[in-house]
């Protein structure tokens, strides 16, 4: 295997929304720069980048994954990643090491909500965008009013450096708008390329478009506008590397054109790629110095040997493999390094580059290259292994918290310590996953992005670690508050025997706004408690509002002011406090007007606009309140606000609704009260809960 100077390398993500053709378009360009011998198609399970059982069978990429192809003498590593809602951490996580996004758009449908999404991630990270609009050879295709949706959304220096020669059934090849030439493939999908010159009857659309590309660049830098104004155009010279240095800074996002699977368009794509995408060499890599300002390190290949952990991979059999990009030096295989992170030294084996799941040993990766490492001991996701002398950092990468939660509980009773050790194995590779035991009701709960998120956490643990468990509708963390203040007495006392016990306190409740959570008051002068026994009627209370009132759910927003006590000077002691503080408690909220708190969601449905009335309608019956809507070419977004106890099932009815043409995305808002007629519903829910496990238990 060659080894690659980062001046000839290119590192490319492709990103985008689920079914723009991410994964297609990979095996596609794999084939066409001879990186494999056979074209691999999504809808026969043979890409060479969803090879996980699971992304087979459900035609989508859940985990991102590596390729390889050379091109003029250039190594481009390509990272294909998931494109649905639930699934776009690794997407993120991608973006990080690769020096340009290829955003794929669907022709048809134009921006979708995780186009947005992964747009944001490549803007946090200042990551240069290239937009390829694929599907191009599908009915309703169009240039135009895909261009329209991606200027509506970001803006007019998304600017075309192709034209679609042919619409829909008959596209078979685009215009170079810089090289001022046509390319054309057959119909037959063997994707071998003919170059000749534009099309008479497109002469005039391509001067135009090549002229407002012409202004576009020279718009995006100052020297460039000067030479334009002076002379009305630029040198062909000046439109190639002023092209390059505007995608570089993120100030034009050009579009090319391609059928991913009528595999037209994938040279000048790859030529493009090498163009203008910079090398490693060039760009660096973001970082952060010793005290905390940014820096980019340079991909020299002397100098000190350091590499960032972007992904973990968990299999049962090969143990973990470690995904990274060397960042500066040459990483060599049978080495030892320090992983800086976690300041403790790791042992390195054979380093290997991935084309998909075939794994090529070799000796060395050199700086800017990605490759990976199997069975490290310590690395996990968002370390650093380098030198010593190492004295930058680079800041992990920041993944979506947990929206939705599940209880697990295993097929049979012995795989409960399997279950967990599975799940830590998992969440190394998933960072957005989390578990944890429920410490009043004791299940186990798995929390993840979405409904499809937890099914597929479910399916590994199955296929990869022979765990089978039965999945339960997510609980709703319900919340209780009060809506009136009272005063309340609670007076702790017993007299056993010798030593007694005695606490007596006065508390004042009163309502805070949302999200308050719960405030704590000493307001007691002149030693009415002695101050040692503060804490303990606070902790009384702390304790007796997370057990709450109504539903046994912990009560929040409100404030307790201890105003008033008395003591015992030998029966008094902390836990009498703790328990006068419970009383008073329970005393307090006989009056105060408890109601129940629920978690209302902020919701985003995409769906072709046809179906936009039904699935307004639809929330409507599930409570939530519009709270707008766009239009985006053929899309819609509506958006809304809905209790989280009406989305629980939420992604069937869209999938079945939409033919599976709708996407939603949702994130937890706030927490407002339960209208009172589902008061009853609720408290006697989990009142027939607990009773349950309170059976159980014994
Ligand atoms: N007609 C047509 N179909 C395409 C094209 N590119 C991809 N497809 C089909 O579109 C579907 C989705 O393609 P994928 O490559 O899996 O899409 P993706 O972007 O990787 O999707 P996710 O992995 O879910 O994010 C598959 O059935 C492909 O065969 C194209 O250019 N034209
Ligand atoms: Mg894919």
């Not at 009915?139 to 220096?157: C, H, K, N, P």
């Not at 008395?566 to 007007?593: I, Q, T, W």
Request: contains cysteine.
């Amino acid at each position: 295997m060659k080894v690659y100077d980062a001046q000839s390398l290119r590192n490319v993500a492709l990103v985008g929304h689920s079914g723009a053709g991410k994964t297609q378009l990979v095996s596609t360009l794999l084939f066409s720069a001879g990186a494999v011998n056979r074209l691999g198609r999504v809808d026969d399970g043979t890409t060479v980048t969803d090879y996980d059982e699971e992304e087979i069978a459900r035609k989508h990429t859940l985990s991102a994954s590596l390729a390889y192809a050379e091109w003029n003498k250039t190594k481009i590593n390509f990272i294909d990643t998931p494109g649905m809602a639930n699934f776009l951490s690794d997407a993120k996580a991608a973006l990080r090491v690769a020096d340009a996004a290829i955003v794929v758009v669907d022709a048809v449908a134009g921006v979708e909500v995780s186009t947005e999404k992964i747009w944001a991630f490549a803007e946090e990270f200042g990551v240069p965008r290239i937009v390829v609009l694929n599907r191009l050879d599908r009915e309703r295709a169009s240039l135009e009013r895909s261009l329209d949706s991606l200027r509506g959304v970001f803006g007019r220096t998304v600017i075309p450096i192709q034209l679609p020669i042919g619409e829909e059934r008959s596209f078979r090849g685009v215009v170079d708008l810089v090289g001022m030439k046509a390319w054309t493939w057959p119909a037959d999908g063997s994707g071998k390329a003919s170059e000749g010159p534009v099309p008479p009857e497109m002469q005039s659309a391509a001067e135009t478009a090549r002229e407002a590309l012409i202004e576009m660049v020279a718009e995006a830098d100052d020297s460039l506008m000067e030479k334009f104004f002076d002379a009305g155009t630029l040198t062909q010279e000046e439109l190639v590397s002023g092209l390059k240095r505007g995608i570089s800074a993120g100030r034009v996002f050009p579009v090319l054109c391609t059928s991913a699977t009528g595999n037209i368009g994938m040279q000048p794509m790859l030529d493009a790629m090498v163009a203008y995408v910079q090398s490693p060499a060039e760009r660096g890599f973001g970082a952060t110095d010793a005290k905390g300002d940014d820096l980019r390190v340079p991909a020299g290949d002397s100098g000190a040997m350091a590499a960032f952990v972007w992904k973990t991979v968990a299999d049962p059999f090969a143990g973990r493999i470690t995904l990274l990009r060397v960042v500066s030096g040459s990483l060599k295989s049978d080495s030892t390094v320090q992983n800086i992170t976690r300041e403790t030294p790791e042992r390195l084996g054979h380093l290997l580059l991935l084309q998909g799941k075939t794994q090529t040993p070799v000796q060395e990766i050199k700086a800017g290259d990605l490759g990976a490492v199997a069975k490290l001991k310590e690395t996990l996701t968002s370390d650093l292994l380098a030198d010593k002398s190492v004295a930058f950092k680079v800041q992990p990468v920041k993944f979506a918290d947990a929206v939705i939660s599940y209880a697990i509980e295993p097929k049979s009773r012995g795989d409960e310590d399997k279950i967990s050790s599975a799940l830590h194995r998992l969440q190394e590779e998933d960072p957005t996953i989390t578990y944890n035991r429920d410490p009043q009701t004791k299940e186990l709960l798995l929390s993840g992005q979405g409904q499809s998120h937890i099914e597929v956490t479910v399916a590994k643990l199955k296929r990869r670690f022979g765990v089978e468990v039965n999945l339960k509708l997510p609980r709703i963390p319900y919340r209780e508050t009060i809506s009136a203040s009272t005063e309340a007495h609670g007076r702790h006392k017993k007299q056993t025997g010798g030593h007694g016990q005695f606490g007596d306190c006065k508390v004042k409740f009163e309502p805070l706004p949302r999200g308050s959570d719960f405030e704590f008051v000493d307001d007691i002068f002149g030693g009415a408690i002695p101050r040692q026994y503060i804490p303990a009627v606070e902790k009384g209370i702390q304790d007796a509002r997370m057990r709450g009132f109504l539903a046994g759910y912990p009560m929040v927003d409100f404030r307790a002011t201890v105003f008033d006590g008395s003591f015992h000077a030998v029966d008094s002691n902390e836990l009498s406090f703790k328990m006068a503080g419970s009383l008073a408690f329970k005393d307090g909220m006989s009056r105060a007007r408890p109601t129940l708190l629920e978690p209302i969601m902020d919701v985003e449905v995409y769906a072709p606009s046809d179906y936009a009335g039904d699935l307004m309608g639809d929330l409507n019956q599930r409570r939530g309140r519009i709270g707008g809507m766009d239009t985006r070419g053929a899309s819609t977004i509506i958006r809304a606000k809905v209790p989280m106890s009406e989305m629980l099932t939420y992604e069937q009815h869209l999938t079945s609704a939409t033919g599976g043409r709708g996407s939603y995305h949702m994130e937890f808002s706030h927490y407002e009260e339960v209208p009172s007629h589902l008061h009853g519903k609720i408290i006697s829910a989990a009142k027939a809960e607990r009773g349950q496990e309170a059976a159980e238990e014994v």
